[in-house]
């Protein structure tokens, strides 16, 4: 752990991304990760041109009356040779500490240079957790059963769990990982790594840092604004930065 004021270098996850943090000065106003908010981030590489945007992840998270909330996600992705994919979720999860879906669906389409879908890329499919189980089915109504035993996330909900997760204590939380909304990771491990004073060109940001290792994904690190707001996210040769 430090406390002194640490330049970005001195982190591997963010070393291929700090020209995209020249400008950034952290979000403008504080949000209630209780409540409902908005947060857009854009989707960067993090080899050859690291100024280059890919995509953009849109999240809405609202309250419900029962005490559990949902998450909605707008994913675009830029493609090679000027086609793209949109995808759109709606999840609804329990509030707790990995913000666990109960039930999902997405749809996923594919466009053309001109932005027109191409022909026979729709995809819908749903998925519901059950007890010991979560049952996928696609939108031909073909369903999918995997058992699961303990706790269990999605990579889209943990962007809102790791804003209310413990600031203090390193014991990891272990669970299975729903890669995006239907890809089974086994075996994630999730714990704090960090508290730094990162030195930005638009001043110091005090953050909080968390990784996640595990079964078939890329270690990722959330990097989380001491108001418990998610800053950026880094794995691999992927980066999602908040548009702040």
């Known amino acids: 752990m430090t406390a002194d004021v640490t330049s970005l270098s001195d982190h591997y996850s963010t070393h291929s991304i700090m020209h995209l943090l020249k400008d950034f000065a952290g979000p403008s ?3 209630d990760m209780q409540g409902q908010w908005t947060a857009n981030y854009h ?19 609202t309250p419900n ?19 793209s994919q949109v995808i759109e979720a709606h999840f609804a999860c329990e509030d707790d500490m990995l913000s666990r879906p109960i039930h999902w669906k997405y749809a996923s389409t594919f466009f053309t240079p001109e932005g027109e879908p191409v022909a026979h890329s729709n995809l819908r499919k ?30 889209w909900t943990l962007f809102d769990a790791v804003q209310r997760f413990p600031s203090t204590g390193d014991t990891p939380v272990s669970f299975l990982l729903i890669d995006h909304c239907d890809q089974i990771r086994p075996n994630q491990k999730f714990c704090k790594r960090e508290t730094a004073t990162i030195s930005l060109p638009a001043g110091p940001v005090r953050v909080i840092i968390y990784q996640q290792l595990g079964e078939g994904v890329l270690p990722i690190e959330y990097w989380v604004a001491e108001s418990g707001q998610l800053l950026w996210v880094v794995s691999g040769l992927e980066a999602y930065i908040l548009d702040a």
């Open 65 to 83: 009356e029962s005490g559990g909330m949902s998450i909605n996600l707008s994913h675009t992705r830029r493609l090679t040779a000027g086609f």
């Open 43 to 61: 989707i960067c590489m993090t080899a050859g041109n690291v100024q280059n945007r890919v995509g953009r992840v849109t999240l809405v998270r």
């Open 29 to 31: 106003t504080t949000l």
């Open 126 to 155: 749903s998925a519901h957790a059950r007890k010991n189980e979560i049952v996928f089915a696609d939108q031909e109504g073909r369903k999918r059963r995997t058992p699961i035993s303990g706790d269990y996330t999605c990579s």
